[in-house]
C-alpha cells in the first residue's frame, strides 16, 4: 500500500465529550495501523481522554500575551497558528471537529496544500444558522475536501454541493461495550447515561417516571453523568423534594464502569431535545438494553434505531409518550428482549475497527490512494 499517510485532526481539546471521544479513539487506532498521526488543539483540558503515546499533541492555540488581545485578533491568531503548523508538519490532511475548528481549518488551509475534511457533529438548527454562519459558510464550506456527518439529518441541512461531497459515519463504540453478556435477570430499574444538560431533557425523565413509579411501585430509575453546572442538575433535586422521590429517583454521578452498571437494568430512557449521534445511545444499544427514545433532531436515534424493531422511538418534549413506552418495556420484557437483541445487532456498524475503515477509505478516496 506504500507508506502510510499523515494525518492531523484538529479541535478546541480533547476534554471529556463526543467528538473529542471520537477523535481519540480514531487517532489511537490509526497510529496503531502505522500511521503519523498528529493532533492539533486550541488548549489542554483538565479531564482529558488519553491518546496513545504515538499520536503528536501539538499547541496551535493563543500563547502568552494573546488573551490580552482583542477578541477579532484572538481568532486571527488562532488561524495564523494553525496555519503555520500546516504548512510546517506538512499532514496528507487535515481532519476538523466540530463548528469552529471547521472555521478555522477552512480559514487556514490556502496555500498550505494540505486538503481538509470537516466534519459536523451536532444538530446544525441552532449551531449553523446564525447571521454569522450563512456568511462564513458560503465562503468556507466549499474548500472543504469533503464532509464526515453522523446523521442523514445532518446532512441535509446543508446545500447539495456539500451533501454530494460527504459520508455519514458512526461513532466508534468503545470496546468495553461489545460482547457484554446479556444478563440473566433483569433488576427492577430505568437508566440513563449522559450528562446533566439542559437538552437531554431529564426534568421531562424525572416527571415521567414519577407517574410510572405509581404504577410500577418497585422500580427505582437511576441517572448516570456528571454536572454539567448548567442548573440542571439543581432542577433535578428539586423535582426529587417536590415528589419525595429520594428513595426510588437517584442522580448516581459520573461513572466509568457504565459498562457494569447499565446492562441488567429493565429500561434505558433517552430524553434529549436534540443531539448530534448520541455515545450514550450507542452504548445502550450494544449492550442490548430496550430502550425507549425521543426521535430527536438531527436524527440519531432514527439513525440507527427503528421504531418497534430494535427500541421504542417516541415524539421530543412528549412526557405522556416517555411514560408509556416506558410503562411498555416494563409490562411486556418478552417484547422488551426482543428489542435489546436487535438493538445489540449496532455492535457490527459502529465498532471502532468497522468505523476506522469508513474513515480510512474516505480519506484514501480524498487523498488519492
Known amino acids: 500500500m506504500g507508506r502510510k499517510r ?5 479541535l478546541n481539546c480533547l476534554e471529556q465529550g463526543g467528538a473529542e471521544r471520537v477523535v481519540s479513539n480514531l487517532a489511537n487506532q490509526f497510529a496503531k495501523e502505522g500511521y503519523d498521526v498528529l493532533v492539533a488543539t486550541e488548549w489542554f483540558g483538565e479531564n482529558e481522554f488519553r491518546i496513545d503515546q504515538r499520536v503528536r499533541r ?6 502568552d500575551g494573546d488573551e490580552k488581545k482583542n477578541r477579532i485578533l484572538q481568532f486571527l491568531l488562532r488561524v495564523k497558528y494553525l496555519r503555520q503548523f500546516m504548512k510546517k508538519e506538512k499532514p496528507d490532511i487535515l481532519i476538523a471537529f466540530a ?3 471547521n472555521y478555522r481549518a477552512l480559514m487556514a488551509a490556502p496555500g498550505t496544500n494540505v486538503p481538509v475534511l470537516i466534519s459536523i457533529r451536532t444538530d446544525p438548527v ?5 447571521w454569522s454562519d450563512k456568511l462564513q459558510i458560503p465562503l468556507l464550506f466549499p474548500r472543504a475536501a469533503g464532509c464526515v456527518f453522523q446523521t442523514e439529518g445532518q446532512r441535509e441541512f446543508f446545500a447539495s454541493y456539500l451533501q454530494k461531497n460527504s459520508r455519514v ?9 461489545i460482547g457484554v453478556p446479556k444478563p440473566e435477570h433483569r433488576r427492577k430499574e430505568v437508566v440513563q447515561s449522559g450528562r446533566l444538560v439542559d437538552f437531554k431533557n431529564q426534568p421531562m425523565l424525572l416527571q415521567a417516571f414519577v407517574e410510572v413509579h405509581r404504577k410500577h411501585p418497585d422500580y427505582v430509575l437511576r441517572i448516570y453523568g456528571g454536572d454539567s453546572f448548567d442548573g440542571t442538575k439543581e432542577i433535578l433535586e428539586d423535582i426529587i423534594a417536590e415528589n419525595g422521590a429520594q428513595d426510588y429517583i437517584r442522580l448516581m454521578g459520573a461513572s466509568d464502569t457504565l459498562e457494569k452498571d447499565l446492562p441488567g437494568a429493565a429500561v434505558y430512557a433517552f430524553s434529549s431535545d436534540w443531539e448530534g449521534l448520541p455515545n450514550a445511545l450507542l452504548e445502550a444499544m450494544a449492550l442490548g438494553l430496550p430502550i425507549v427514545a425521543t426521535d430527536c433532531p438531527c436524527g440519531g436515534p432514527r439513525t440507527v434505531m427503528e421504531d418497534g424493531v430494535n427500541g ?5 418534549k412528549d412526557q405522556k409518550a416517555l411514560e408509556e413506552g416506558i410503562n411498555k418495556l416494563i409490562e411486556q420484557p418478552d417484547f422488551a428482549e426482543k428489542l435489546g437483541a436487535q438493538a445489540r445487532k449496532i455492535a457490527g456498524r459502529a465498532n471502532a475497527q468497522a468505523v476506522f475503515e469508513q474513515w480510512r477509505d474516505y480519506i484514501d478516496m480524498i487523498c488519492g490512494s
Do not use: C, S, T
Open 58 to 63: 501539538v499547541h496551535v492555540g493563543l500563547k
Open 312 to 316: 421504542l422511538l417516541i415524539p421530543v
Open 126 to 130: 441552532g449551531h449553523y444558522d446564525a
Open 99 to 101: 463548528q469552529r475548528a
Open 169 to 177: 459515519i458512526l461513532n466508534p463504540l468503545h470496546e468495553k461495550y
Open 6 to 10: 499523515k494525518i492531523a485532526f484538529h
